[in-house]
């Protein structure tokens, strides 16, 4: 049994005098707060101070986590704050609009981003196109289609294209959007690779990969369907974590 | 015409630079169909005319894809 090991959760009583051992115990149990890992350090077994053993907790506020000690080292207890991917930006698309612009979603903070769009409705069946800034050039990407009900494949592609213009689509009932960005804001050639489900009467799957040949860094993006309007919906943002 | 555009959450009518930009755009989408109509119907064309000489459903598929 460790130093800091309990073998009760006791209940005072009114009136009664508690020896030292016993303030200790309850003032002991509590998770202490510490701005950072040093002070947690220095924060143990100094003269006064309660001996570091196997279960303790400690909230680091530099790192916004909650550590546990595991008889020989500090670790972090669940997922670190900023691990995975990271909520940028959550777009809500206005009534009848014919694009959709969403600035400051690029940034050196992450070199690779997830755009994702759902919830709502096109004016009528409609390919998505994405754009990335003001670039209307040099988009290359390829899509594979299958037929949900006979199986043929299909394909399509751009060539030197203003936009990737099939990265999602959109319907009288249902809007999707699922894109990997890989290096937008790097001064590198931007990927892109993504897939969705038409539900249209000739339904289709499609699956895509392609790249914006230039070394401009973005910060932006423009969703704009191939006809009509678009309403509802939720355009996301993701970072993935260096 | 007109087309309302959002940046971000500002919903505003497009000015003509961008409501020409958004017209370009629906051209190019229009022909890009229309192109990969015109090579679907060769192709099931073809898979028509390739069966008429003999070819079994695996080869023509075999030449043309599923």
Redesign the interface.
């Known amino acids: 049994m460790g130093a800091n090991a309990q073998t009760s959760v006791p209940t005072f009583t009114a009136g009664q005098v508690l020896t030292a051992a016993q303030m200790n115990e309850s003032a002991r149990t509590g998770v202490p707060v510490f701005a950072d890992t040093t002070a947690r350090d220095a924060g143990f077994g100094g003269a006064g101070e309660k001996t570091l053993a196997e279960g303790q907790l400690a909230y680091i506020e530099s790192l916004d986590v909650v550590q546990y000690y595991s008889g020989s080292s500090w670790l972090t207890l669940g997922p670190a704050a900023d691990s995975g991917l990271t909520l940028i930006s959550a ?13 400051s979603a690029f940034s050196s903070t992450y070199d690779n981003y997830h755009i994702s769009l759902v919830g709502g409705v096109a004016s009528g069946n ?2 998505l ?1 994405l754009q990335l800034g003001a670039t ?1 050039s040099g988009y290359y990407c390829g899509y594979s289609q ?1 037929t949900y009900s ?5 394909a ?1 592609s751009n060539n030197a ?3 990737f ?1 099939k990265v999602g689509v959109g319907t009288a009932d249902s809007l999707f959007m699922n894109v990997n960005v890989m290096g937008p804001n790097l001064a590198k050639v931007t990927g892109i690779n993504g897939a969705y489900g038409v539900n249209l009467p000739a339904s289709t799957s499609v699956l895509f990969a392609g790249m914006l040949y230039n070394t401009t860094q973005y910060t932006a993006f423009t969703i ?1 369907p ?2 009509g ?1 678009l309403t509802g919906g939720t355009i996301r943002v993701y970072g993935y974590k260096n | 015409m007109t ?7 500002e ?1 505003r009518e ?1 000015t003509r630079e ?1 409501a020409a ?2 017209d ?3 051209v ?3 022909a ?2 229309q192109q ?1 109509k015109d ?2 119907a060769s ?1 099931a064309s073809a898979r028509t005319k390739l069966a008429a000489l003999g070819l079994t459903e695996a080869e023509v598929t075999a030449l043309l ?2």
Do not use: C, L, M, P
């Open positions: 777009t809500t698309i206005g009534s009848a609009v014919a694009s959709v612009t969403v600035n409609a390919d196109s209307t299958v006979s199986g043929a494949a299909s399509a294209a203003a936009s213009t704009t191939s006809s309007t | 087309h309302r555009i959002q940046i971000d959450d919903v497009a961008e930009a958004i370009s755009a629906h190019a989408a229009a890009q169909a990969e090579k679907a192709v894809g599923a």
